[in-house]
């Protein structure tokens, strides 16, 4: 079985490792069990594979891979967004504390174009 899943929790049981997932396309809960230490970030889905044991009625994991290039990637952006909307933060707040001069002339400039 695939999944696009998230692994929200991990607890040992007996000799394994007990991970609990969300599968991101039906949203159900559900584990799986593995004999060792899984590496995985938190915070980043993956596409899932377990295999489902008759004989114990349990899934047990085959394989969970994570695009890390793609969260570092959405890293970068984050940053350079979050720049960019500092600096236009900090312009409106210039252009807001600005006083403006209004000549009579452009005034009746102003008022012509409305």
């Not at 049981?13 to 995985?40: A, C, I, M, P, R």
């Not at 980043?44 to 047990?60: I, S, Y």
């Not at 210039?94 to 008022?111: C, D, G, M, V």
Request: hydrophobic share 35%; aromatic share 12%.
């Amino acid at each position: 079985m695939e999944y696009l899943a998230k692994i929200t929790g991990e607890q040992k049981e007996g000799n394994f490792l007990k991970y609990d997932f969300v599968d991101l396309n039906t949203g159900n809960e559900d584990y799986f069990y593995h004999s060792q230490k899984l590496n995985y970030i938190s915070i980043l889905a993956g596409r899932l594979k377990l295999r489902w044991d008759e004989e114990q009625r349990v899934n047990f994991w085959q394989s969970f891979e994570q695009d890390i290039n793609s969260y570092v990637e959405g890293i970068k952006l984050e940053k350079v967004l979050n720049q960019r909307l500092d600096k236009s933060n900090r312009v409106i707040e210039e252009l807001a504390n600005k006083k403006i001069k209004l000549t009579l002339q452009r005034l009746s400039e102003l008022e012509q174009t409305w």
